[in-house]
């Protein structure tokens, strides 16, 4: 990171961020060409590293680049709010960011797919006694993102 005076590295405060984000996009590489989704998401830290959780159809171009492709880049923020000036140069902008990367791929058994959609319910409503029926669990394809590496930053 160009700018070590906006990294944040308290864990705390890494967490406090990822909540406050209301979504993840995802990049992925389609021959070439960059496909960028934007998804609801849930979290969990394993082994002191994250792991993020998604749903969606269980078919279309983001399930075949799944397979095809699991190496992805992501990219999450929050707080936005331009700062204006008299001048072009000096108008800043306020936000909170995190970027990274990982692998991707389906959630593994019927446990990871319950677990998975809970930490989306969790993140989205800040609830976490949700149920779902077995129809429910059927019908919704559960995939995650194992981070492999990430960076936070903040600029007041």
Same mark, same amino acid.
């Given at each position: =990171?160009?700018?070590?005076?906006?990294?944040?590295?308290?864990?705390?405060?890494?967490?406090?961020?990822?909540?406050?984000?209301?979504?993840?996009?995802?990049?992925?590489?389609?021959?070439?060409?960059?496909?960028?989704?934007?998804?609801?998401?849930?979290?969990?830290?394993?082994?002191?590293?994250?792991?993020?959780?998604?749903?969606?159809?269980?078919?279309?171009? $983001?399930?075949?680049?799944?397979?095809?492709?699991?190496?992805?880049?992501?990219? =999450?923020? @929050?707080?936005?709010?331009?700062?204006?000036?008299?001048?072009?140069?000096?108008?800043?902008?306020?936000?909170?960011?995190?970027?990274?990367?990982? @692998?991707?791929?389906?959630?593994?058994?019927?446990?990871? $797919? $319950?677990?998975?959609?809970?930490?989306? =319910?969790?993140?989205?409503?800040?609830?976490?006694?949700?149920?779902?029926?077995?129809?429910?669990?059927?019908?919704?394809?559960?995939? $995650?993102?194992?981070?492999?590496? =990430?960076?936070?930053?903040?600029?007041?």
């Amino acid at each position: =990171m160009r700018r070590k005076d906006r990294e944040i590295t308290d864990p705390g405060r890494i967490a406090e961020i990822m909540d406050d984000c209301a979504c993840c996009r995802i990049g992925f590489n389609d021959n070439g060409q960059i496909y960028i989704v934007p998804l609801n998401f849930g979290y969990r830290k394993r082994n002191g590293r994250y792991v993020f959780y998604f749903h969606g159809a269980g078919e279309g171009r $983001k399930i075949g680049l799944i397979r095809q492709n699991p190496q992805v880049g992501f990219e =999450m923020d @929050t707080g936005y709010c331009l700062h204006t000036a008299d001048t072009a140069c000096g108008h800043s902008a306020r936000f909170q960011s995190i970027i990274g990367n990982g @692998t991707v791929s389906i959630a593994d058994g019927a446990e990871e $797919k $319950k677990d998975g959609l809970l930490a989306v =319910m969790e993140h989205a409503t800040g609830r976490s006694d949700w149920e779902f029926t077995e129809n429910m669990m059927e019908k919704v394809c559960v995939f $995650k993102l194992e981070v492999e590496s =990430m960076s936070c930053k903040e600029h007041a």
